[in-house]
């Protein structure tokens, strides 16, 4: 597998990966999953068309690194996840809350958990590589997600239900499958979408799972030490990026509450490379949790820009953020991304094609104000 020899990361430009879904997609997903009027070669083709766009429109932008916009997915991690063996995504009563919005969709984990040789983001990554111009990179939802995101009463397997730790021992080395299949799909930038994170430093949420009987200081370190074992034995060419926020759908949210009580565990316990964190809103706390990122080469890329609205951040208040987030960690460890994606799911945020351009070619033009580049 050819892999591309662009600029590497930690980029002082980037984002967190998923774009507006083109009309075509849409119409073609309807006429394929609903109407049953198209098959699937015909919609891989339409995808791959709006593939190519979104890429155009990121390189165009002047960033060094391209997504496929998470073009081909309903979700931001329920399509990863039903890929898995032992997995399904199924429909019913609602399970993940929004403000104001409920969603029905869920996971449920039918048998032992692997990664299979054939899962199909892998092919979604080698036509993105093939495709940019710049570094590309795919993001899947991180271990986490499959612990937190399935319900006890959602799990068959009798082993992982008589023993817990024997289901993160299976969610681990089934990323650790899945790290090692991406990079010799030639990835050399995995992105993995570890949200519950913060989730758990919000007070309802850290209620909830008290009522359940779960400890969320237990669950922020364990999933702290699945992400790290998950990735422990990466090739040291592949750099690891993690995306925290709140919850993105239609331009809603699900938790709040400051990365305190997980800061030291994402920056000290994980083993990631770049950390993608949403500040977009006083939902997120202050900036002072970033005196715990280590000396070194790790960066953060505070989300000062928000994907929820289409009101444009100005420069010069996005300056003086930094100089803020400056006394709590050194601004050669920092960069820029949006404080989420687009379209955390096919439906979209409440913003327009042309609020994303200019979204992403504010994230540039604040690179290069601050450090002189988006690749330095």
């Known amino acids: 597998m050819t892999v591309k020899t662009a600029a590497k990361p930690p980029f002082r430009a ?3 990966g998923s774009l507006l879904r083109a009309e075509s997609v849409k119409t073609a997903r309807k006429r394929f999953f609903e109407e049953k009027s198209i098959g699937r070669e015909e919609l891989k083709e339409v995808e791959d068309a709006a593939i190519r766009d979104v890429v155009k429109l990121q390189q165009d932008a002047g960033l060094p690194v391209v997504t496929d916009g998470e073009t081909r997915r309903a ?5 990863f996840m039903g890929g898995l063996d032992g997995m399904e995504i199924v429909e019913g009563e609602a399970n993940v809350k929004f403000a104001g919005v409920a969603l029905t969709t869920r996971p449920v984990i039918t048998d032992r958990l692997d990664f299979p040789a054939d899962h199909p983001m892998l092919d979604h990554y080698k036509y993105l590589a093939s495709v940019a111009a710049v570094t590309p990179k795919i993001s899947i939802p991180g271990p986490s997600c499959v612990h937190f995101r399935t319900r006890r009463e959602d799990i068959a397997p ?3 239900r008589k023993d817990e730790e024997k289901l993160f021992s299976d969610i681990t080395a089934t990323y650790r499958k899945a790290v090692q299949a991406f990079y010799d799909a030639g990835c050399r930038y995995l992105q993995m979408d570890d949200i519950f994170f913060a989730y758990l430093c919000d007070p309802r949420q850290r209620a909830e799972r008290k009522a359940n009987g779960q400890d969320p200081d237990f669950l922020i370190d364990r999933y702290a030490q699945m992400m790290h074992d998950a990735i ?3 090739p040291d060419d592949m750099v690891i990026g993690m995306h925290m926020c709140r919850g993105n759908f239609k331009s809603t949210h699900a938790a709040e509450g400051a990365y305190d009580p997980a800061a030291d565990a994402i920056f000290n316990k994980t083993g990631v490379d770049i950390y993608f ?3 977009d809103t006083e939902r997120a706390g202050g900036l002072e949790p970033l005196r715990l990122l280590p000396k070194g080469r790790k960066r953060v890329m505070p989300g000062f820009i928000t994907t ?4 444009l951040e100005k420069l010069d208040d996005l300056k003086r953020k930094f100089d803020e987030a400056s006394k709590y960690a050194d601004i050669d460890q ?3 991304a949006p404080q989420c994606g687009f379209a955390s799911t096919e439906e979209g945020n409440t913003v327009t094609v042309d609020d994303e351009k200019r979204k992403l070619d504010l994230v540039v033009k604040t690179a290069e104000a601050i450090w002189g580049g988006v690749a330095a």
């Open 75 to 79: 979700y931001w991690h329920f399509d």
């Open 277 to 279: 964190m949403e500040y």
């Open 308 to 311: 929820k609205t289409g009101e």
């Open 334 to 336: 920092l960069g820029i």
């Open 14 to 16: 980037d984002h967190v």
């Open 158 to 160: 009798a082993e992982y």
């Open 232 to 234: 422990a034995d990466r």
